[in-house]
């Protein structure tokens, strides 16, 4: 497709002169593209408006509009949400550490940015200016590739942004939308290897598949989260049920949420009976184990199937476990490696859980809602990597970085 | 493929253990592992001898020939290979950071095992030991796909690590090796994403291009390099002839050999005839641009594809560009991003060299031959990361490592 490999190299050509842009530079574009979004918020509302229009005449679900629907708060968030990335610190040029060989050879690990970055991403606007501010900020150039849903919104924004490059100096094909959103150009996308580095899908589980079975370009797979609460035998159980509530009740569409508890059979009698019944006052549906059932007859029955679901929903599967060891044994069988809680008060289970739990994060006594870029301090979040190779967990500005060796010498040979 | 399936969870099973392993019983297992090799090698030759008569039956390279013939001395290297990594540090374990945030959770970002690498490589035997000890070291299982013409090399080689594993108390399917080696059986490993982690090829570019495109599992891209020299207008000339002999003559078959001699055209008159005829006299054939010609009439004309090819011989291309821009543009353009170098004693130039040009090692006055875990005082090396994502450049122990983040609560919810 002749226009994707246009886009590609316009893309790839802004990426060199970004790599050695000053972080003043980026952060001016960055308050510029602020200040774009807030002037242009009338024309923004009415292309996103053709948009929300279109989707409520296809019967689109509540869940999408929401996500879909901007308002002037949320125009001023994005507003505020490039303010704010322009006052984190630039992590571009840093040199983690100089040695010096016994040859002489100086050699530096100095971080850059990966090159040309890739979004693809469903009907959130707003993942529109939130991934060309956090690409700008690490000096890479991005193409955004959103849905059809949100694509004269999309249209709008990437316009306000790249005047606002235009006008402090940045060469504008830094920030580029593949305005076609046919499944196939999607795919045409996927491998564009000669022109983006890396490729980071932000969606539900099926978008992630199908950019993982397509995708030529090196993915960062996001999000998917089936997360556990583990209620060990000796845990502070009216901790343990304080936890469980949070995890699952205060946001059960995202990711970080619990879907599966797990509790100690010796504690079982005592606490499963409490903590159902306040998580069905919560709207919550219980699927449990058999001896789930012994304990708090009346609730459905999971099958193996719901140790595999991510429900995103007021629904919760609940399995009486032997101890920690078969909690983590279950977790790694049937989990997604995203991120896991122990309620303990032992030491020695404590660090049991941490140490073999396969996940990117492990918590002890506390909720798995945390796991969040900003949660963890860094100020900003490209998405939550549950892939093992280059980030794993919440990414912030560093995750859009790379490494180069920079090496002084005085004409040393080998 | 059932048999596949069962390796997978064998090693997935085996990972769990290994990650939780001490890193003296590693390191006794790494020095059974010498002590296990040195012991057989009278049968390790014996069935490496059937390899070799095999591939000379079917008349192969000299070349492949070399790669793929074990002796005395070459057991012992590797017998001493292991020794060397049982005496580098042990990456696991090591928290990276921890920070207190304002809620009181405690989060730490720990070095942890990346799980189960599978490895697919070519006729090398001394492969199998090399990326066995260093998964070993790093608490990975691996599985190793070596190719066919190697075959009963490797099984002898495995046979012996395993059972130094069994005798120090590991289990020993942290090492396996796919003994099946038709082409299709590799192409179902590369499909096993429950079962491995990460996939590192290590062997040419068709070997690495089918991996990219078949793989669903995380690649690690390795290797290829088309590097370059570029000589400024304001170099030490005696240095740049040294630094370009030894890029291109020293070892050309290897990744960080010169293939592109650029010489900017102030200095051309004077240094063209003097280093290509000094090249010659090194057996290397000369493909030169137009300009090379007139200043160095009878070398070959280059082409297009000349620019793009990584020889892997003695043969280099060789063109004449304006100054330091010219050449940048080019790497930037034809180069595969491994390692690139500058001779010159402009503080500018040099500058402006290490921040434009994309690769994973930029040289200032040393030759590209350096980039090796060895010489960056790695210790080890697994591969040469030509990718931007994980690791880039070359690849030591805590490149076989990703991170999981452990976060202390005493009850917080969000």
Not at 127 to 138: Q, S
Not at 196 to 215: C, F, H, Q
Not at 302 to 323: C, F, N, P
Not at 361 to 368: D, L, Q
Request: hydrophobic share 40%; proline share 3%; aromatic share 6%.
């Amino acid at each position: 497709m002749e226009i994707l490999k246009v886009i590609g190299q316009k893309a790839k050509k802004a990426s060199y002169e970004l790599a050695v842009c000053s972080t003043n530079k980026k952060n001016n574009a960055l308050e510029a593209m602020a200040e774009g979004l807030k002037q242009a918020e009338k024309f923004i509302l009415e292309q996103n408006q053709i948009d929300v229009k279109a989707a409520e005449e296809k019967g689109r679900s509540g869940a999408l509009l929401d996500r879909l629907k901007l308002n002037e708060k949320r125009i001023n968030d994005m507003a505020e949400g490039l303010i704010a990335v322009a006052g984190l610190p630039d992590p571009i040029g840093e040199v983690e550490y100089m040695v010096k060989r016994p040859n002489g050879l100086q050699i530096g690990k100095k971080r850059v940015p990966l090159g040309v970055v890739g979004i693809i991403y469903e009907a959130r606007p707003n993942v529109t200016v939130d991934a060309a501010a956090l690409c700008l900020k690490t000096g890479n150039a991005v193409i955004l590739r959103g849905g059809s849903e949100a694509i004269n919104s999309n249209k709008a924004l990437v316009k306000v942004l790249r005047e606002a490059l235009e006008k402090t100096g940045i060469q504008p094909d830094a920030i580029q939308l593949i305005e076609d959103t046919d499944r196939a150009t999607a795919i045409e996308m996927m491998k564009m290897r000669d022109y983006i580095d890396v490729l980071i899908p932000r969606g539900g589980a099926g978008l992630i598949k199908t950019v993982v079975e397509n995708s030529l370009v090196p993915v960062i797979e996001t999000g998917v989260g089936n997360c556990h609460v583990y209620v060990d035998n000796k845990a502070d159980l009216e901790m343990a049920k304080n936890i469980i509530i949070n995890a699952k009740t205060s946001r059960p569409a995202v990711c970080n949420a619990a879907e599966t508890l797990l509790i100690a059979e010796d504690i079982a009698a005592e606490f499963l009976p409490k903590v159902l019944k306040s998580l069905e006052d919560h709207g919550v549906e219980i699927r449990g184990c058999e001896k789930t059932r012994q304990f708090y007859p009346g609730c459905k029955l999971a099958s193996e199937d719901d140790w595999y679901t991510e429900y995103l929903d007021y629904i919760i599967a609940v399995k009486v476990v032997k101890d920690v060891d078969e909690a983590v044994e279950h977790i790694n069988k049937y989990g997604t490696r995203h991120s896991e809680a122990i309620v303990t008060d032992s030491y020695e289970n404590a660090q049991k859980f941490l140490e073999q739990v396969d996940a990117a994060a492990v918590y002890v006594n506390a909720s798995t809602r945390f796991t969040d870029g900003f949660e963890f301090g860094f100020g900003a979040e490209i998405g939550i990597s549950t892939q093992k190779l280059h980030a794993r967990g919440p990414m912030g500005l560093k995750e859009l970085t790379t490494n180069k060796y920079i090496v002084y010498g005085s004409g040393q040979v080998r």
